[in-house]
């Protein structure tokens, strides 16, 4: 086998992997009925099929002979601003009130903070005051 018909089953690869990431993706945005979980359909899946199609792309290029980086442009930007929309969305709907909030942590206060138990200990405030 030549590598450009090695080239072409690994760009045919590529694109099933996308179409399927992506169809996924959209099988859960419709098949959801929470926000919070319709939220990770399209930027965790969605995010991997567009990559995977991408890849396609480069590879489709390459095997033409022309070099092509938007690809790689595009990819970096994507997997740069996916997480921090669906992080912003989430936000939104948690304030909203759309969505469950999460319960209280139960009897213990160093879950989000930078607290060890161990420091928990009570220490005077100020040890150089007078």
């Known amino acids: 086998m030549s590598m450009e018909i090695l080239g072409t089953y690994a760009v045919a690869i590529f694109l099933l992997i996308g179409a399927g990431f992506a169809a996924v993706a959209v099988i859960g945005l419709l098949k959801f009925n929470d926000p919070m979980t319709r939220l990770h359909a399209p930027t965790k899946v969605g995010t991997i099929g567009i990559g995977a199609l991408l890849l396609a792309s480069i590879g489709h290029s390459m095997l033409l ?17 996916a997480p921090i929309s669906a992080n912003f969305i989430a936000k939104v709907n948690i304030h909203l009130g759309v969505c469950e909030t999460p319960p ?12 060890r138990p161990e420091d928990n200990i009570e220490t005077p405030k100020d040890l150089n005051a007078d």
């Open 104 to 115: 209280e942590p139960q009897r213990d206060d160093t879950w989000a903070t930078l607290k």
């Open 65 to 81: 002979g022309e070099t092509s980086m938007h690809e790689l442009l595009i990819m970096g930007f994507l997997f740069v601003t």
